[in-house]
């Protein structure tokens, strides 16, 4: 059976002071949802009022009981722009490697990983997926083997009327439409 955890009338009073001095509004809607299990409020209620699920609304309330109030305020989330290089250093990264293909040459996405490492001195995983995608950069490949191949034994069969056919004598037509 889960643990559960109780707030106090005084626990709710300084969470809605806390309440008053933020702005954040993710922020004074967790802190809300702990005054209220403070206030008496079921999981249930606190989900219709706040919009939260229970289940989420009960990891609050022990977030809070077991590392307090400042804890509520981060809620795990990272930044999104994590680029390495502004659009035209891109650009300019990628513009040799262009140069390259436009020459017939082919290009790999480890040669291209390699340079990537090598001009920012830190590994890069995925993140050259994502700048090749960002700049219409496509994967094109040749095919293992043509879709429409022969098989063998129709190979084989073709060699044989080739080989038949070189012993037979070829006659020529006249322009009259004769054997010669």
Known sequence: MPKTYTITAENARVIREAMDKKENQRFYKRLLAVALRGEGKSNGE???ITGFNGK??????SLYCRLGLSNLASDG????NHRNMSDDEEREFLESFRKKAEKGQIITVKEMTAA????LGKSCNKEIYYLLHKHGWRKIMPRGKHPKRATAEEIESSKKLTNNSKNCALSTVSTRGEFA
């Open 77 to 80: 989330r990272k930044g999104g």
């Open 56 to 61: 989420y609304v009960s990891q609050l309330v």
């Open 116 to 119: 990537y490492y090598k001009k």
């Open 46 to 48: 606190i989900a219709e």
